[in-house]
Nanobody
Framework: QVQLVESGGDSVQAGGSLKLSCTVSGAALRRYCIGWFRRAPDKELEGIAAIDNDGSTAYRDSVNWRFTVSRDNSKNQVYLEMNDLRPEDTAIYYC??????????????????WGRGTQVTVSS
């Protein structure tokens, strides 16, 4: 069974940048579409970015042009580069795996394996 571990969360000031990593083990990354999700305090889980094995990407409108998702199958890692961070980006960030080439996008349904999350805090 595939396992996912997020890293790179931190506390930053508004306008700052962070790069999150999602390390996949137990199976080859090429089999999966990887999504990034977040849960802010007192809010529901939401999808923010996803990347399929063909390199196609999807983004939530609120993070488009600020966040970039990428992957390196040779390292079994997926990255989320976050720029111009805002206080409303404060959340626990999760990566999740779903089957490649199913067009999962940022919908939560379809992602079956999840990491435990990493905390991102943005102060004003």
């Amino acid at each position: 069974q595939v396992q996912l571990v997020e890293s790179g969360g931190d506390s930053v000031q508004a306008g700052g940048s962070l790069k999150l990593s999602c390390t996949v083990s137990g199976a080859a990354l090429r089999r999966y579409c990887i999504g990034w999700f977040r849960r802010a305090p007192d809010k529901e889980l939401e999808g923010i970015a996803a990347i399929d094995n063909d390199g196609s990407t999807a983004y939530r409108d609120s993070v488009n042009w600020r966040f970039t998702v990428s992957r390196d199958n040779s390292k079994n890692q997926v990255y989320l580069e976050m720029n111009d961070l805002r206080p409303e980006d404060t959340a626990i960030y999760y990566c999740a795996a779903g089957p490649a080439y199913y067009g999962l996008g940022i919908r939560i349904m379809g992602y079956s394996d999840w990491g435990r999350g990493t905390q991102v805090t943005v102060s004003s």
